[in-house]
Structure formats: structure tokens, C-alpha cells
């Protein structure tokens, strides 16, 4: 494979695995060279800097044709978003960008992350999703939006119905790409794909891409930029890990002590069940602290305005429940 940012020497992966071979990267969003109001919409959205898969994986989808990636870490939802919002043209009532993905909850998320970062570009983004009423999602597609993400089963009735036509696809995203390119879902994708332009770009992103499925890529991919990131590069730089063992008494007091020593923008202190989640949000609070907490008990609608005003920093501390060792209280600052 040829043409800039190529490797001529492909990286040798393990046995099975897809090898990158494309290795041209950024260090920061304003090295993309992206549209003023997309940039906008990625500070708003509380995003500083690019995390690897999107330092490695937005600048093909702009710059290449079809892009394949891989990747344990975070970020892959913002780096095919940002990539396909760059690309698209917000004057034009037309559907330019499809994204499927196989749960109805990623599907959801993942067109809040589009609403937030195409907040300035005014793009339209309409989630079809199954267990709702098809007459709705008609509606919503009378508003001629840019962007499509839903279910691929809840997309292909609605192309069937003729209420969704592809003829101005600019880009094809499948999420989770090795689940939607097994049995399940095969036959369903297979169809849309034989549906969408011939110059439409295709992008796959994955945790993991086995060799077998990057094989039959081949059928329907043109060319495309492969993008590995290996575990090991997955280390946060910027941010230092710090652990204190400590008597479950002292825990509190500890926590304020680091508060008056030093500067914290934002942090997000884990705890392991509700009683404490609620009893530290309670203290902090004391304190004169904003709080935001999630646990079990909060509506999935509940915890995405909590994240809201996390992300907005209109609260500056999150106190979440997750499953950590009893003894355990881990604090991870941004
Ligand atoms: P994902 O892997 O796409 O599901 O993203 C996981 C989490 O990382 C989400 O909460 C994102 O909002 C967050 N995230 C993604 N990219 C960035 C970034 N560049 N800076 C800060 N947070 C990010």
C-alpha cells in the first residue's frame, strides 16, 4: 500500500490479529485542521486533548478512503464522530453519514456524542432504534438530518419502506464491527452495504478485528487505512497514578487533606456501594463542594444529565459507584 502516512514496512502483529499500516498521527485536535465550529464543539464538549485511537484514526477518515480500526482504549466513538462530522456538509438536508451499531444503548450513546460535538456545525442527527413505533422514526427522518445512527434491522425496514434513501451517503460506520460482521447480523449489513454509493467510505471500528473478519473486508472494503492501537500504548501521559493504603476511618479525613493540598480541576472518586457514595457526596458537600453522584438507583436519564453537568463543568467532582476492592477508595484526577 502506498500514499502519505502509509508504512511501507508493515507493523507485525501477534499471529491472528490485523496489522496497522497506517502511522501518521497528532498530538492535538487543532493539528486536524478542522472546521471552527466542529473544534468548538469538541472543547465544549470537555475534550482536550485527542486519545490515541483518535490522535491515529481521525486523520485517515478524512485523508483516506476506507478505514478499519482496532482498539482497546477510550475514544473510539469521538474519533469516527469527529472524523465523519469534519466531512460532511451541515448546508445539505441530506443523509451523508449511516452508523450502526448492535445495541439499542450504544446506538443511543453513541448520537449524543454526534448531538454534543455537531452542536455548532446545527447537523441533524436522527437515532432509529428498535422497540420504538417505526411511525415515529418516519417523523423524525421528515426533518432531513445529516446523520443516521441506529440498529441495523430498524435501518434496513426503513430503507425497504423507502423512508431512507442512501444515494447521498458520504460515509458508512459500523461500530463494534467484528459483533456486526459475525453471524447475527451478517446478512442484515451485508444487504446495506450492497445499498450504499460506490464512493461512499467505509469505517469499521472495533475493540478487537480479527484476521478472519479484516479477510472479508476485502469483498466490500476499498484499500483501507488500518489502524492497530496495542494495549501497551494505552498509558494515560499527563496523568500520575497515585495509590494510599489506608484504615477505612481515615479515608475521609485523607480525602480533604488532598483537597486543601493541592489544585483539582475536576476528579471522579469511585466508591464501592451506594452508602458510601451517598456519605462521601454528603461530606464533600459539606464542604462546599458541587457534587454529582451515580449509583444503581438513577434513571439511565438521570446518570446522561449527571454526565452533562460533569462534562460541562458546572460540577467539578463526580462521586460514582463502581466495584472496587472493599478497602479500596481510588481517586483519579484529570
Ligand atoms: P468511548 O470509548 O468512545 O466509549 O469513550 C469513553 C469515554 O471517554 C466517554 O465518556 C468519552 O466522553 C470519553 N472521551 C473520549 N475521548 C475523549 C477525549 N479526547 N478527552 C476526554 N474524554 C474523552
Given at each position: 500500500m502506498e500514499g502519505k502516512g502509509k508504512n511501507k514496512d508493515q507493523i507485525k502483529e501477534d499471529e491472528g490479529i490485523m496489522e496497522s499500516n497506517f502511522d501518521e498521527s497528532v498530538e492535538?485536535?487543532?493539528?486536524?485542521?478542522?472546521?471552527p465550529n466542529l473544534l468548538r464543539g469538541i472543547y465544549g464538549y470537555g475534550f482536550e486533548n485527542p486519545s490515541i485511537i483518535q490522535q491515529k484514526a481521525i486523520l485517515p477518515i478524512i485523508q483516506w478512503n476506507d478505514v478499519i480500526a482496532a482498539q482497546s482504549g477510550t475514544g473510539k466513538t469521538a474519533a469516527f464522530a469527529i472524523g465523519t462530522l469534519q466531512l460532511v456538509?451541515?448546508?445539505?438536508?441530506?443523509?451523508q453519514c449511516l452508523i450502526l451499531s448492535p445495541t439499542r444503548e450504544l446506538a443511543h450513546q453513541t448520537s449524543i456524542v454526534y448531538q454534543f460535538l455537531g452542536e455548532y456545525l446545527k447537523v441533524k442527527v436522527c437515532l432509529l432504534i428498535g422497540g420504538t413505533r417505526v411511525g415515529l422514526d418516519i417523523d423524525k427522518l421528515k426533518e432531513e438530518p445529516q446523520f443516521l445512527v441506529g440498529n441495523p434491522g430498524r435501518v434496513l425496514d426503513l430503507i425497504w419502506k423507502k423512508?431512507?434513501?442512501?444515494?447521498?451517503?458520504q460515509s458508512f460506520v459500523l461500530d463494534e464491527a467484528d459483533e456486526m460482521l459475525s453471524k447475527g447480523f451478517l446478512e442484515t449489513i451485508k444487504e446495506i452495504i450492497s445499498l450504499i454509493p460506490n464512493t461512499a467510505k467505509i469505517l469499521l471500528f472495533s475493540a478487537t478485528m480479527p484476521k478472519g473478519i479484516v479477510e472479508m473486508t476485502t469483498k466490500f472494503m476499498k484499500d483501507p487505512a488500518k489502524i492497530l492501537v496495542k494495549n501497551e500504548e494505552l498509558t494515560l501521559e499527563g496523568i500520575k497514578h497515585y495509590y494510599v493504603y489506608l484504615k477505612k476511618e481515615d479515608k475521609l479525613d485523607v480525602l480533604f487533606e488532598i483537597y486543601r493540598g493541592i489544585e483539582i480541576a475536576q476528579a471522579i472518586i469511585y466508591c464501592y456501594i451506594k452508602k458510601v457514595v451517598d456519605y462521601v457526596s454528603e461530606e464533600l458537600k459539606k464542604k462546599g463542594h458541587m457534587i454529582s453522584s451515580i449509583h444503581g438507583d438513577l434513571k439511565q436519564f438521570e446518570r446522561d444529565s449527571v454526565m452533562r453537568y460533569f462534562r460541562s463543568g458546572v460540577t467539578r467532582v463526580l462521586v460514582i459507584m463502581a466495584y472496587l476492592p472493599e478497602e479500596l477508595m481510588y481517586i483519579k484526577f484529570h
Amino acid at each position: 500500500m502506498e500514499g502519505k502516512g502509509k508504512n511501507k514496512d508493515q507493523i507485525k502483529e501477534d499471529e491472528g490479529i490485523m496489522e496497522s499500516n497506517f502511522d501518521e498521527s497528532v498530538e492535538t485536535f487543532d493539528e486536524l485542521n478542522l472546521k471552527p465550529n466542529l473544534l468548538r464543539g469538541i472543547y465544549g464538549y470537555g475534550f482536550e486533548n485527542p486519545s490515541i485511537i483518535q490522535q491515529k484514526a481521525i486523520l485517515p477518515i478524512i485523508q483516506w478512503n476506507d478505514v478499519i480500526a482496532a482498539q482497546s482504549g477510550t475514544g473510539k466513538t469521538a474519533a469516527f464522530a469527529i472524523g465523519t462530522l469534519q466531512l460532511v456538509d451541515p448546508q445539505k438536508n441530506e443523509i451523508q453519514c449511516l452508523i450502526l451499531s448492535p445495541t439499542r444503548e450504544l446506538a443511543h450513546q453513541t448520537s449524543i456524542v454526534y448531538q454534543f460535538l455537531g452542536e455548532y456545525l446545527k447537523v441533524k442527527v436522527c437515532l432509529l432504534i428498535g422497540g420504538t413505533r417505526v411511525g415515529l422514526d418516519i417523523d423524525k427522518l421528515k426533518e432531513e438530518p445529516q446523520f443516521l445512527v441506529g440498529n441495523p434491522g430498524r435501518v434496513l425496514d426503513l430503507i425497504w419502506k423507502k423512508k431512507i434513501s442512501l444515494g447521498y451517503l458520504q460515509s458508512f460506520v459500523l461500530d463494534e464491527a467484528d459483533e456486526m460482521l459475525s453471524k447475527g447480523f451478517l446478512e442484515t449489513i451485508k444487504e446495506i452495504i450492497s445499498l450504499i454509493p460506490n464512493t461512499a467510505k467505509i469505517l469499521l471500528f472495533s475493540a478487537t478485528m480479527p484476521k478472519g473478519i479484516v479477510e472479508m473486508t476485502t469483498k466490500f472494503m476499498k484499500d483501507p487505512a488500518k489502524i492497530l492501537v496495542k494495549n501497551e500504548e494505552l498509558t494515560l501521559e499527563g496523568i500520575k497514578h497515585y495509590y494510599v493504603y489506608l484504615k477505612k476511618e481515615d479515608k475521609l479525613d485523607v480525602l480533604f487533606e488532598i483537597y486543601r493540598g493541592i489544585e483539582i480541576a475536576q476528579a471522579i472518586i469511585y466508591c464501592y456501594i451506594k452508602k458510601v457514595v451517598d456519605y462521601v457526596s454528603e461530606e464533600l458537600k459539606k464542604k462546599g463542594h458541587m457534587i454529582s453522584s451515580i449509583h444503581g438507583d438513577l434513571k439511565q436519564f438521570e446518570r446522561d444529565s449527571v454526565m452533562r453537568y460533569f462534562r460541562s463543568g458546572v460540577t467539578r467532582v463526580l462521586v460514582i459507584m463502581a466495584y472496587l476492592p472493599e478497602e479500596l477508595m481510588y481517586i483519579k484526577f484529570h
